[in-house]
């Protein structure tokens, strides 16, 4: 009998899951994360990639872009939980602070409500640097069921 | 004397903006998109990048993932309306519909709400493919004031 441990194809079913359960995606942010995320999304505003332009803001350099942190709550969602199945409804986010090349962003997400019946799922989801909140809000996504015998 | 028509270092000030203004961002999804957003991101869901896996899904093929669309938003707030100088303050976004390969994503933002004294403007942000809205939501921004003379 073949017991797989792991698989990028199945992820948490729902009901498995409890209130309280968490799982995080932390990620170094590089310059070549910045480019390649302007370049992805088209979003050049030069206080991402204008280091002359950035002296000049409230932030005094460069700084990545709020939706560069967000991505790493989608990858949380995607790959840990509840990971492959996931279905994506909605997403609220604050951008509380910048985050600059160098910094590691780690992105929690923490169950806090669960609906079996309608496969619901709505998770607190908080983006640190350190002890810095850089973007808190509350995703909800659809889960998987465990399939019946 | 010379005038400047167009800069990548200034966007538009609030002073110079009314209720219903809006611009528009768009972008064919390649491929490369997908891709390049998985590598940046850390997600890997199987959804977006395993054909086998996406094939068993309600979706029958890999999508986008929905903050790649969601970054287009970015885009449009961040080079365009406001543009330079915006500074994020907050976004919610509802998933509404998928994105594949090769869809044209074309994400706009409209004005609600201004608040010249706090420099805050609310806008309705959303994205379609041809008729089909595939996010809709909120962004707050914090614009610049027109310097005083």
Redesign the interface.
């Known amino acids: 009998m073949t017991r797989t441990v792991a698989s990028?194809?199945q992820g948490v079913y729902i009901d498995d899951m409890a209130v309280g359960d968490a799982a995080t995606?932390a990620?170094t942010v590089t310059e070549a994360?910045i480019l390649?995320?302007a370049?992805?999304?088209?979003?050049?505003?030069?206080?991402?990639i204008?280091q002359d332009?950035a002296a000049a803001?409230?932030f005094k350099s460069r700084i990545a872009?709020?939706?560069?942190s967000?991505?790493?709550?989608?990858?949380v969602l995607?790959?840990r939980l509840p990971?492959?199945?996931?279905?994506?409804?909605?997403?609220?986010?604050?951008?509380r602070a910048p985050v600059r090349v160098g910094d590691t962003v780690v992105a929690t997400a923490t169950i806090k409500t669960l609906d079996v019946d309608k496969r619901r799922v709505t998770l607190e989801t908080v983006c640190k640097v350190g002890d810095t909140v850089v973007i808190d809000g509350e995703a909800v996504v659809m889960a998987d069921r465990r399939p019946t015998a």
Chains 1, 2 share one sequence.
Request: hydrophobic share 40%; charged share 15%; no cysteine.
């Open positions: 990028s194809r995606f990620k994360d390649l995320f370049a992805v999304s088209g979003d050049t505003n030069p206080v991402h204008d332009f803001t409230p872009h709020g939706m560069l967000a991505s790493f709550i989608s990858a995607g790959v990971g492959p199945g996931t279905i994506y409804l909605s997403q609220s986010m604050r951008f």
